[in-house]
């Protein structure tokens, strides 16, 4: 077969088989550059389970180290938990080495039905090695239970006395002690002891012992006030007993009749009839006209018409309290509404809202009265008499003052002006015909009129109207028709302070008329 090699760093080492190379004259250093680690050597290994040479170069065996971990917690009596327990199947005990612990995840029993009643969180630890599984009976005393929740369980002391009752310890209910007291059977209670209890068996018999069987004969007896005080001792014999009553007891048992009685002094009873109670109390000789009647602060009894405890528990009618009425019974049973008012409707009580009541009252908003304004606010605001009121801006108002030449009167405000006609000639007589048409554009009352001439001469002249779009004034305001008035200079003519005539127009066109 051909000769197969190995090169390395230029040098050629032949191979001897497949599994063998030849480094015949080679040196081969730092090996472990090339594979990245120390190579492990066998000589260094330790199988020891026991660790014997403590080595800071020999390395373990898996084995060494779990035989060596496992014999160690052994050999100090480590608990190992080992898991959990579901005991709500009453399981037995598992197998289990000494330091073993289990908890209960679900309370139930373990050791089989007759073990231990366990619950959650509790712990069980096995006290052997080498225990097999088994119940209760069988390897329950190879296990010991921790208990986790002992509520409700009652510790004692560490001694006490033999047959002695225990007591609670405190107000906790979880401690006991040792209550002090036993249990005497002993039927002659000779220990005359407050530390024992005498059974039930012993009193009954000590008891009877004492009665002996016999009877009382005589026994000494006192009757005080505060009742009986008998003193004496038993006797074997026949007889009866015999009691002295007091006085008082003397004194009552002397009535022979129905009644009450009435103690007036020191062993002096009288007795009073069942309808009558005297000396300061109360007589009732007619109990059916007694309305109530009154224990006082002496504890006597006095009678009270019905006026009377009215007043005496402040309950007097119209004064401490409303006498009974239809109408409130009516009032009382109208639905409470916001904002409506109680308004007698048909003589009858009922409840109306705001609207009902001012239709009721006749003060309907538009109809009745008027309705509220901030423009009437302002207005109500101005002051000053002689005024003109004048609306300036929305809800805003302000005043003017009647002026000398202006008169109000009767709700009709007036003004006086002088209107003036004046008919220019230039120079030459004035010709005759309609002069100086004027237009006044507003409704007024002619007062009066005045003509006058210069600078020479003399004028007969009259006034004509007409409502404005009807042509030239025809109507004669002036002489009405008749005798003209005339003036020359020196001489005016007028109607003042004499009033002749008034000629009312309106919106008028006016002209001049000279003959």
Not at 120 to 136: E, H, M, W
Not at 253 to 281: H, M, N, P, Y
Not at 383 to 408: C, E, H, K, Q
Request: glycine share 10%; hydrophobic share 40%.
């Amino acid at each position: 077969m051909a000769t197969e090699s190995l090169k390395v760093d230029s040098k050629t080492f032949r191979l001897v088989d497949p599994t063998t190379i030849d480094f015949t004259g080679a040196t081969i250093l730092n090996f472990d550059s090339g594979l990245g680690y120390v190579p492990e050597d066998a000589a260094n290994k330790d199988n020891d389970t026991f660790l014997t040479s403590d080595s800071a170069t020999l390395y373990p065996t898996q084995h060494a180290v779990k035989t060596y971990v496992d014999n160690l917690a052994a050999s100090v009596n480590a608990v190992i938990f080992k898991g959990i327990i579901d005991c709500s199947g009453n399981p037995n005990y598992p197998a289990a080495d000494r330091g073993f612990a289990y908890i209960i995840s679900v309370a139930g029993k373990i050791g089989g039905a007759s073990g231990l009643n366990v619950q959650p969180r509790d712990l069980i630890i096995c006290l052997d090695d080498g225990t097999p599984s088994g119940n209760q009976a069988t390897v329950g005393i190879h296990w010991t239970l921790v208990q986790a929740n002992i509520d409700g369980t009652v510790i004692g002391p560490l001694s006490s006395t033999d047959s002695d009752f225990a007591q609670f310890d405190g107000v906790t209910g979880a401690l006991i002690k040792d209550g002090g007291l036993s249990l005497d059977t002993d039927n002659t209670l000779a220990a005359d002891s407050d530390s024992r209890i005498a059974s039930q068996q012993a009193v009954k018999a000590y008891v009877d012992n004492i009665a002996g069987g016999g009877s009382v004969t005589s026994v000494a007896a006192t009757a005080p006030a505060a009742g009986f005080t008998i003193a004496g001792s038993p006797i074997t014999s026949t007889g009866t007993f015999l009691f002295a009553l007091a006085n008082d007891l003397a004194a009552l048992e002397a009535f022979s009749s129905t009644g009450i009685a009435k103690r007036t002094g020191s062993d002096t009873w009288i007795q009073i009839s069942d309808t009558t109670v005297g000396d300061s109390l109360l007589t009732l000789g007619n109990p059916g006209a007694v309305t109530f009647i009154r224990i006082n602060a002496d504890n006597t009894v006095t009678a009270r018409s019905a006026s009377q405890i009215r007043t005496d528990l402040d309950l007097e009618i119209g004064i401490d309290v409303q006498a009974w009425d239809a109408d409130l019974d009516t009032l009382a049973g109208l639905t409470p509404t916001t904002d409506n008012f109680i308004i007698s409707v048909a003589s009858a009580w009922a409840s109306r809202t705001p609207t009902q009541a001012r239709t009721t009252l006749g003060l309907v908003i538009g109809t009745n009265v008027q309705a509220w304004s901030a423009d009437l606010d302002a207005i109500d605001a101005l002051t000053g008499t002689g005024i003109i009121p004048y609306r300036s801006a929305l809800n805003t108002w302000g005043n003017v003052t009647i002026g000398s030449d202006m008169n109000f009167a009767s709700g009709v405000l007036s003004a006086a002006h002088q209107v003036t006609f004046v008919v220019d000639g230039s120079g030459s007589v004035l010709t005759t015909g309609t002069k100086n048409p004027i237009k006044i554009p507003f409704g007024g009352v002619l007062q009066g009129w005045a003509m006058m001439c210069k600078p020479s001469g003399s004028v007969t002249a009259d006034i004509f109207r007409a409502v404005d779009g009807a042509g030239l004034p025809v109507t004669s305001i002036i002489g009405g028709g008749g005798t003209k008035p005339a003036s020359r200079v020196g001489h005016p003519q007028h109607s003042m302070p004499k009033i002749i005539w008034r000629s009312a127009f309106q919106g008028s066109r006016l002209r001049h008329t000279f003959n």
